[in-house]
């Protein structure tokens, strides 16, 4: 129950779906961890649940897609002492996407805000605060690397957060900073379900589900690849993405 603990967290996306699941993973292991996001109702609901569990946590208000937000949020993360772990969590797709042929420019600028500025303008200002080194996990998605995806935007800022990750690593090693990506299947957070009700991401893919037994979990099961990247147990893994897939990259 001690993977993380001494460490200061950041968690972006932090009040719902795997931000939210990550948070209880992560003070359940020890750490301080900064629940950052844009619902504040909700975020500090979730505060003040981890606080009643014993939990040391900070709830902050923060619009990834705003560099003074971000910066403010960060400034708030400092107080904490040296940050040991950033998991850009926030981000999403629209139900507006689709094929290049079909997208608005608005729907391109807003998905690459969301998914790639966000991870980008956050590690920038988590870097300097991993004074004693660190991990940061980014998300990617399945949808970058399956060429039967029909939601462009989505899938190209994904594939934009793997060359990220990839990037990061190999600059910011010699600072004892670690730079991982998760790419998730179908992980059943509130968004997740609305969105395969809408017919969008998971329901307008070509394949069977039903030969992707282990491609659909909980929000509880990404956290925990989260956690291990997060932690120590990685210390060898940098500049990976880890497929939390169930297969639907492999076969």
């Excluded at 950052?36 to 619009?63: C, K, M, P, Q, S």
């Excluded at 957070?189 to 969008?200: G, K, M, V, Y």
């Excluded at 070509?206 to 990247?229: C, S």
């Amino acid at each position: 129950m001690d993977r993380l603990r001494g460490k200061v967290s950041v968690i972006t996306g932090a009040a719902s779906g795997i931000g939210r699941a990550s948070a209880h993973a992560f003070t359940r292991e020890g750490s301080r961890v900064v629940l950052a996001d844009i619902n504040r109702e909700d975020n500090e609901a979730l505060g003040t649940e981890l606080a009643g569990l014993g939990a040391e946590v900070l709830a902050v208000h923060v619009d990834v897609t705003d560099e003074k937000s971000i910066a403010a949020a960060f400034a708030a993360a400092a107080e904490l002492g040296p940050l040991g772990v950033l998991f850009n969590c926030a981000g999403g797709s629209t139900s507006s996407d689709g094929p290049v042929t079909e997208l608005s420019v608005g729907v391109i600028e807003h998905t690459f805000r969301l998914d790639v500025q966000s991870a980008m303008l956050c590690s920038r200002a988590a870097v300097p605060l991993m004074t004693h080194g660190g991990s940061i996990v980014n998300m990617t998605s399945f949808a970058a690397f399956r060429g039967t995806v029909r939601i462009h935007a989505y899938a190209a800022a994904k594939g934009a957060i793997d060359a990220l990750t990839r990037a990061m690593a190999g600059t910011y090693a010699r600072d004892g900073i670690r730079v991982n990506a998760i790419a998730p299947g179908v992980a059943l957070s509130d968004r997740a379900r609305r969105r395969i009700t809408e017919s969008n991401v998971a329901a307008d893919l070509t394949f069977r589900w039903d030969d992707y037994p282990f491609a659909m979990g909980e929000p509880e099961d990404i956290a925990n690849v989260a956690l291990f990247l997060a932690s120590d147990e990685s210390r060898m893994v940098t500049g990976h993405t880890l497929m939390a897939d169930g297969g639907l990259t492999s076969y």
